[in-house]
């Protein structure tokens, strides 16, 4: 009550005038001077290159967000994590890695099918595929995703999940892993590009491709996304593993504070060395700072969880999509 009285106190002693300029350097101009509860008076100015907000809805699997100010408008066919356990021959030396994921995900091809049958009504500019395509790195699985995804005559850009190039029992640490079998198995997915990060420019729209597949960021890729920022492009940032937003459980892991070695629960079942005693390094805690302070972030598509979910924080959304290998999928509508 006293920063009202305060508040109409200066107000009165303004002339017309004076009021009409008083008023026209806006709420945050009030804010500073402590003058309205509630208000941040030590609130940092908006950097120039901020986005304003777009207008976001959301039905279902369908996500539109609009007056962005892109160029033409885009629509992206979001997959993750279908877990393809198609295999064949090539696959026999690795039996042993890959039988108990080889159990799951019967339906896997068939919905997939499903799918990219739908998708052949609609017409998308990019289809993004966010990880987890296939349940071990087999040959067959990756072919068969090219394979199905080529009636849609549509451009693709891929990242890793930590299914794809894990064998489950394999001798290395989850880093060595990943670069072994991306730079074999899953080359054809990346097309050319960096599997740990590269970026792909559509109508003005920035889409960053980052691997969290380990649950760490190397600092190539933080400074790989450190220069996208300063782009001042707007950006989708894609990745397999969300990224930790306050009250989300250790599925959103990339810089979960509890995300060490005494809450590793599927180190022994999954056959993998266990998560660090000492927990994230600080490479990964500041990317995930960095990307949620990022100005000209619109948001986060990740995959890994197999349900959809929704978050938004510090003005930026993320969105999980539904496992593909259930018949998941999403639509996103970017103008």
């Known amino acids: 009550m006293h920063h009202i ?12 005038m004076n009021r009409r300029d008083f008023f026209k350097t806006g709420a945050g101009a009030i804010a ?5 509860p509630g208000m941040d008076a030590h609130a940092e100015e908006v950097p120039r290159n901020a986005l304003k907000p777009p207008v976001f809805s959301m039905d279902g699997n369908k996500i539109r967000l609009q007056k962005i100010g892109l160029k033409k408008a885009i629509r992206l066919l979001v997959l993750a994590d279908s877990h393809l356990t198609i295999d064949d ?8 890695y890959s039988k108990r994921m080889a159990q799951y995900f019967s339906q896997s091809v ?9 998708a052949q009504k609609q017409k998308y500019d990019l289809i993004l595929m966010l990880g987890d395509m296939v349940s071990f790195p087999t040959a067959k699985g990756v072919e068969t995703i090219l394979e199905k995804i080529q009636p849609l ?6 990242i890793a999940g930590n299914h794809d190039w894990h064998y489950e029992g394999e001798q290395g640490t989850d880093i060595e892993l990943r670069k072994t079998w991306t730079g074999k198995t899953l080359a054809p997915l990346y097309q050319g590009h960096n599997p740990l990060c590269y970026n ?3 109508n003005g729209l920035n889409i960053v491709m980052m691997d969290t597949s380990v649950n760490e960021i190397l600092p190539g890729q933080l400074d790989f996304w450190r220069t996208q920022v300063k782009s001042g492009l707007p950006m989708l940032l894609c990745c397999h593993i969300p990224i930790w937003v306050p009250g989300r459980n250790l599925g959103w892991a990339v810089g979960h504070p509890d995300w ?6 599927n180190w022994q079942i999954e056959r993998r060395l266990r998560w660090p005693e000492g927990g994230h390094t600080d490479v990964t805690k500041a990317f995930q700072q960095e990307v949620f302070a990022a100005p000209n972030l619109l948001g986060v598509l990740a995959g890994h969880v197999h349900r959809q ?8 959304f993320q969105i999980t999509s539904h496992a593909t290998g259930l018949g998941g999928m999403l639509e996103v509508t970017l103008s």
Not at 5 to 16: D, E, K, P, V
Not at 110 to 118: D, F, G, M, P
Not at 153 to 158: G, K, S
């Open 5 to 16: 009285r305060q508040f109409f106190g200066i107000l009165n002693g303004l002339t017309a």
């Open 32 to 36: 500073a001077m402590g003058l309205l």
């Open 89 to 96: 021959e090539r696959g026999e030396p690795y039996k042993d």
């Open 110 to 118: 068939q919905n997939l099918e499903k799918i990219i049958t739908a």
């Open 153 to 158: 005559e549509t451009p693709f850009a891929y």
């Open 200 to 202: 792909v420019v559509l």
């Open 260 to 265: 060490n070695a005494t809450h590793d629960r």
């Open 309 to 316: 979910c929704y978050d938004s924080y510090c003005g930026k």
